[in-house]
């Protein structure tokens, strides 16, 4: 998954805004793999379990039958094709998810070799705040944070004060709010 870069900033920023909202007793379901994130969890004193690879668009069991405080998704939601569907059967109440934000310098990322390393989607921040809204979430917090590459040209360039990865945490919407109900 690493092979070339080992995203240090991300991972930092990342541990930091999970540590602000999560407390290590509370016990997290990390959808994907096990993964250098889920071991940096663990290391802080986190309970944590992953998901097993299963494809979150068709199969919402692990999220369904799973009895965790959190659910974490990093990186995660612009892999799928309608992130609205597993975002709406998560049982947890409360939920920290990161994703890499659309450039408009840059097209959607596209592995050549594995087919589940793509983006189907690459949000704007108001589009991702939009689908949990929908989905049952109210949004409690927010960072950004830029990804600047040490390479030459427009795009790095562009990179160095774009801010490339936004991070949320929300909770559950109650219940009985009129949006909830419109819903269920």
């Given at each position: 998954?690493?092979?070339?870069?080992?995203p240090?900033k991300?991972?930092?920023?990342t541990?930091?805004?999970?540590?602000?909202?999560?407390?290590?007793?509370?016990?997290?379901?990390?959808?994907?793999?096990?993964?250098?994130?889920?071991?940096?969890?663990?290391?802080?004193?986190?309970?944590?379990?992953?998901?097993?690879?299963?494809?979150l668009?068709?199969?919402?069991?692990?999220?369904?039958?799973?009895?965790?405080?959190?659910?974490?998704?990093?990186?995660?939601?612009?892999?799928?094709?309608?992130?609205?569907?597993?975002?709406?059967k998560i049982?947890?109440?409360k939920?920290?998810?990161?994703?890499?934000?659309?450039?408009?310098?840059?097209?959607?990322?596209?592995?050549?070799?594995?087919?589940?390393?793509?983006?189907?989607?690459?949000?704007?921040?108001?589009?991702?705040?939009?689908?949990?809204?929908?989905?049952?979430?109210?949004?409690?917090?927010?960072?950004?944070?830029?990804?600047p590459?040490?390479?030459?040209?427009?795009?790095?360039?562009?990179?160095?004060?774009?801010?490339?990865?936004?991070?949320?945490?929300?909770?559950?919407?109650?219940?009985?709010?009129?949006?909830?109900?419109?819903?269920?």
């Amino acid at each position: 998954m690493y092979e070339k870069t080992y995203p240090n900033k991300r991972f930092r920023h990342t541990l930091s805004f999970l540590q602000k909202h999560i407390s290590t007793h509370e016990s997290i379901l990390d959808l994907g793999v096990e993964n250098p994130f889920s071991e940096i969890m663990l290391k802080q004193g986190y309970t944590v379990k992953n998901t097993k690879g299963e494809d979150l668009d068709v199969d919402f069991s692990i999220v369904q039958n799973t009895n965790t405080d959190v659910v974490t998704a990093f990186e995660i939601f612009e892999h799928l094709v309608a992130p609205f569907n597993v975002l709406r059967k998560i049982r947890s109440n409360k939920l920290v998810a990161s994703i890499p934000l659309r450039l408009w310098f840059s097209p959607a990322y596209q592995s050549k070799s594995d087919p589940w390393d793509r983006h189907y989607h690459e949000f704007e921040d108001w589009q991702f705040n939009w689908l949990l809204e929908k989905s049952g979430w109210e949004i409690k917090d927010t960072a950004k944070w830029t990804n600047p590459v040490n390479k030459l040209g427009i795009r790095p360039l562009l990179r160095s004060f774009t801010p490339r990865y936004y991070i949320v945490y929300a909770v559950r919407k109650n219940k009985d709010s009129e949006f909830s109900t419109q819903i269920q």
